[in-house]
């Protein structure tokens, strides 16, 4: 017969997928679990979502994952981490009063530009974001402009924390999302009057400020029997989330997500001033809450996926055996004469663009888009280091880190560099954030099963045990 063991549950709620993984609470991986999230294409090519269906994502997999786990398990914590931006117009009676708007539909893009021109100009200094329709005050703003603006006595849930108040019935604003909604003042962490004046709100519109890792409330009843009693944690923001599960939690450590959209984060102690928050904001990094307390999170994008996949495709090789083969010949001097170079790969770019002479080769032109990438990456850290100054270890992570090819290029422009060894490091971290949650004094930097300290001052977990 099979002892219960105790486990936390760690959620990412992504874009393209919802994943749910059961770990120990010291970060051993059980199994992990994966379905597609809801989203739905309106007639206008608009693309929404419902919080309904996005819990009842969360539910299905975490059940296939606790399934998985077996009849055994004890669960202390679930955490729940996800995509920024996105989320529900909640009523005094908790319905649902809209829909989800996906963090890349435009909405709200026209109706932000018309605003007071003195509220855009210290939208910078103020939200740590750049005045476009990414973030949801614009789809707010959206909402009101049709009809559907916000009642009294209403409240703003980002998606993570809509499915904590559907578990445990309390809602809380996690810092790292908070974030991303520029309706948070960066300065003081209180809600941004002028922000709110122009949706007609009040400063309750946003639940008050909980830690990742701190205990929103117990869940209740679910459907899902292992849950009942579980401590809930909103654990924040993706990319920050993941940077945690990759164990990048110190105090000046840079995290590289490797997808489709890359994205460098750096993890920086405190609060920056308002003149570093603009200046980097002109440069093209957003700064905002980590999800470590304490932290601040500096986030620069590339769409370094995107130009990686099409060039395989270009040259025939996105089948897996000839990208193998690719990466294998793959030399940082395959275009000596350069023969081919390639441009495209920033946060805004759609397109690919590619200069060509005779004796251009897909040998050359994968070199010429790692070069490239290589290139912008070095230009956005040097960025970063121009306000924050250097960054301390560095932790790659992704699907791309699997080609030598990348790893090296990378490795070549990014000091100090690690490449994490645990697929979904995001699920991890709302592990880890669990398990916070669930074991009182407990700290992702302790629990961190990937987590090693530059500084020699410090030692890690396994360090303290054994010493």
Not at 315 to 325: K, L, S, T
């Amino acid at each position: 017969m099979t002892l219960p063991y105790d486990v936390v549950v760690g959620v990412d709620l992504g874009t393209t997928d919802t994943k749910a993984l059961v770990s120990t609470p010291e970060g051993r991986r059980i199994c992990l679990a994966r379905r597609p999230t809801t989203w739905t294409t309106t007639a206008d090519g608009r693309v929404e979502t419902s919080g309904a269906a996005l819990l009842g994502d969360v539910l299905a997999t975490v059940a296939d994952a606790l399934s998985e786990a077996g009849p055994a398990v004890r669960v202390l914590g679930i955490g729940l981490a996800g995509l920024g931006e996105s989320g529900v117009v909640v009523g005094p009676r908790g319905d649902e009063l809209s829909p989800v708007i996906a963090w890349f539909d435009d909405r709200g893009g026209p109706e932000l530009n018309q605003l007071d021109a003195g509220l855009l100009a210290d939208f910078p200094a103020r939200t740590g974001l750049a005045p476009i329709a990414q973030w949801t005050l614009p789809k707010l703003l959206h909402l009101r402009r049709t009809g559907r603006a916000p009642r009294p006595g209403s409240r703003w849930l980002n998606v993570p924390e809509f499915i904590a108040y559907a578990l445990c019935g309390e809602q809380i604003s996690e810092p790292s999302l908070a974030s991303r909604t520029a309706l948070l003042d960066q300065a003081t962490g209180e809600p941004w009057d002028d922000a709110l004046t122009a949706l007609g709100l009040s400063r309750d519109f946003l639940p008050p400020l909980l830690a990742a890792g701190e205990a929103a409330g117990r869940v209740a009843s679910c459907g899902i029997p292992e849950l009942a009693g579980a401590a809930v944690t909103v654990a924040g923001h993706d990319h920050p989330v993941a940077a945690v599960g990759a164990g990048a939690v110190g105090r000046s450590d840079l995290f590289d997500s490797c997808g489709t959209a890359e994205v460098l984060l750096r993890s920086v102690p405190g609060i920056l001033g308002d003149g570093d928050r603009a200046r980097l904001v002109g440069l093209g990094i957003d700064v905002g809450r980590h999800a470590l307390p304490g932290h601040s999170a500096l986030m620069g994008g590339m769409r370094s996926g995107l130009l990686m996949r099409r060039i395989l495709d270009l040259v025939g090789a996105h089948e897996p055996g000839r990208r193998d083969a690719l990466d294998r010949r793959w030399a940082p001097d395959a275009d000596p004469a350069g023969h081919l170079s390639v441009q495209g790969g920033a946060v805004e770019d759609n397109d690919v663009i590619l200069r060509l002479r005779d004796g251009a080769t897909p040998d050359a032109a994968w070199a010429a888009a790692l070069a490239h990438i290589a290139e912008r990456t070095s230009g956005l850290l040097a960025d970063m280091e121009s306000v924050v100054g250097e960054h301390g270890r560095a932790v790659a992570a992704g699907g791309w880190t699997r080609l030598r090819s990348v790893r090296t290029s990378k490795a070549s422009v990014i000091t100090r560099l690690d490449f994490c060894p645990v697929d979904q490091p995001g699920a991890l971290g709302a592990a880890l954030f669990a398990a916070c949650a669930a074991l009182e004094g407990a700290t992702v930097e302790a629990l961190s099963p990937l987590f090693t300290v530059a500084d020699p001052h410090h030692r890690s977990r396994k360090e303290q045990t054994t010493a």
